[in-house]
């Protein structure tokens, strides 16, 4: 293990410290835009983040005094610890988070009650710190565990990671002074002393802390805090922690990040881990770096994630399993590691300009940490199965549930992680929507709304995007002012328009394939770049080497894909038993819902679920219940109990070809994300907005 000391780069003009975005990555080859650069005005995420403001958050404070994690640092400042704490050993984490996501949204919109509520609670965790910058309510204190004891599992140096990145959030949204801003200094500053060159030569078991610690030597330029991320990167692989139950890959100490070449373990872990590394390469030049995370990248994306983009098939560990093995009933596809998914792949994004990454973006925004909040925004999933093959129990209103044990989505969970992820995220989206270099602007996700960026040279780049997308597959994007000089405006069309997308610019049209479309123009006020993409529902089937869903397909609707919920089906209330008509193509019917012609084929109960003989358990006379309506993923279980899934058995043979014979492809290749073979049809109709169920 190598830790000489390296020459740090000072940031660039440009990286102020109020730059209003999570990631500032100082040679990337695409700028992320602050937040006050893009607003969304309408559509699908306006609501969500609506939803963020008005319910999610005010749901997370209340949850946070309710259980007690708020309380744990009055209890510390009163003495009161370790008697009254109250949560996890992580539940600090939980607390900085909500300030990160209430951080985010008081810098896209001011609002005096919101930022009464966030003084508040940082006058709270203040006065808990102590003199040497130490904060945490479960270590340190008599009848408590020493510090840094318990590295494997006491999450020390993660709950200081969240508190830098809220501090972050408050400085990139004008505030470098705050209170807030002054504790994680003290807080990092201790971390630096202890963890050192010459400090204590480990890691924390849960990373996070790494990326955290880029971003605050990004606003700050101190180099201490990027030496410190750089020794946790480089210790992490070489068994600095204890040997654990589930083998040291849970915590991707197992090997040095350079010598992976997949992501393993704790998929929330492995994900934080990776983000923290493609931060650390891009401020020190590291180049090989980088390419040992888009490695590991491009494998897990090809073997390991589930059709939602979700990551995590292991239960017991949280974690990765093999290639392949992507049970659909038993998916775990953790929110959080969702989140993760996000923040790792505009990384990547941003060094390389390649659309792959912002292709799995979407995928994830809509079918993972939109699939989190219910649609009051007062109940989230903590993980995501793509299978319930029984009715879910309410759970108690009450009190929090057993994190994986809710079968439906709950208020708050004993490990609430996900809740106050998907909060953060929601509050800081417009940071990932658009970028800008020095020619021009590129968007990477569709919503109705604006879109400006003055360029290094002062011009003004300014555009409104207009589109109900997901539901309809027009993109049109308005120039707002004259230029005087040529620029250019990039749009992805994502991986799964494998035909019929086109775009129309300067009154004619062309056919347009994955990738990114370029129009260079000295543009004028008025004009106009519309992008068609194919919205046709088609049906995708899986790699046959996922034993698990093999002879199955599912529908996918643009990035939405869609789900059979037992609510649909009158009379019926499990799923299990239903078989999709693969002779006929799904259809959009006239209320915008995709339908899919459905038959019940029930299989006689035996004494031995085995049998010699072939036709030992051959399944009862099929019963045509027509055509049955599909559900988005992300809105299922809004209407109570029910079963559902999302790879359908089939019945019938496939149109175009044999279930299980799959064209030779690649399954990421540069420009666009395969995660399945699908069919788009050309000829793409507008889509009623009721598709949302």
Known sequence: MTTDTVRLPVPHAGQAPNTGRPVAPRRARLRPLPLTDVHITGGYWAELQRRNQSAILPHVEHWLERAGWLGNFDAARERRLPADRRGREFSDSEVY???????????????????????????????????????????????????????EWGHELYCIGFLIQAAVARARTGHPEDRLFEVARRAADLVCAVFGERGIASV?????????????????GEPRYLEQARLFVERRGHQVLKEVE???????????????????????????????????????DDDALHRAVARQWRRTVARRTYITGGMGSRHQDEAFAEDFVLPADRAYSETCAGVASVMLAWRLLLAEGDPVYADLIERTLFN????????????????????????????????PSVRAAASLRAPWFEVSCCPTNVARTLASL??????????????????????????????????????????????RVRIDNSADRPWSLSLRVPGWATQGASVTAGGHTRPAGPGVITERNVWQAGDEVVLHLPMTPRLVQPDPRIDAVRGCVAVERGPLVLALESVDVPGMLSVNELRVDVTQPPRVAADGRVMVRCHRVPAPDHDWPYSQDPDGHRPEQPVDLGDVPLVPYHAWANRGPSTMRVWLPTYGAHPQQPLGRQPRRSAVRRGALRVADGRADPDAAPVDRRLRA
């Open 430 to 475: 417009t940071a990932y929507l658009a970028t800008a270099d020095d020619e021009g602007l590129q968007l990477h996700q569709y919503v109705s709304g604006t879109v400006s960026h003055h360029q290094v040279d002062g011009q003004e780049l300014r555009v409104t995007v207009t589109t109900d997308y997901p539901y309809d597959g027009r993109i």
């Open 368 to 399: 993972v940490v939109s699939t989190s909040p219910s649609g009051d925004g007062r109940a989230f999933f903590y993980t995501n199965t793509l299978h319930r093959r029984e009715l879910g129990s309410p759970p108690e209103p009450d009190r």
């Open 97 to 151: 988070k909500a300030l990160e996501a209430m951080a985010w949204e008081l810098g896209r919109r001011p609002d005096p009650a919101l930022q009464e509520r966030f003084d508040a609670i940082v006058a709270r965790i203040a006065a808990a710190q102590e003199p040497d910058g130490y904060l945490n309510t479960e270590f340190g204190r008599p009848g408590q565990g020493p510090r840094w004891s318990d590295l």
């Open 246 to 284: 589930f083998g040291r890959e849970y915590f991707q100490d197992d090997l040095p990040v350079r010598e992976a070449e997949v992501f393993r373990g704790h998929a929330v872990r492995a994900l934080y881990f990776a983000a923290g590394a493609v931060d650390l390469a891009d401020e020190t």
């Open 204 to 220: 924390d078991g849960h990373a996070e802390i790494e990326s955290a610690l880029v971003e605050f030597y990004r606003v700050t």
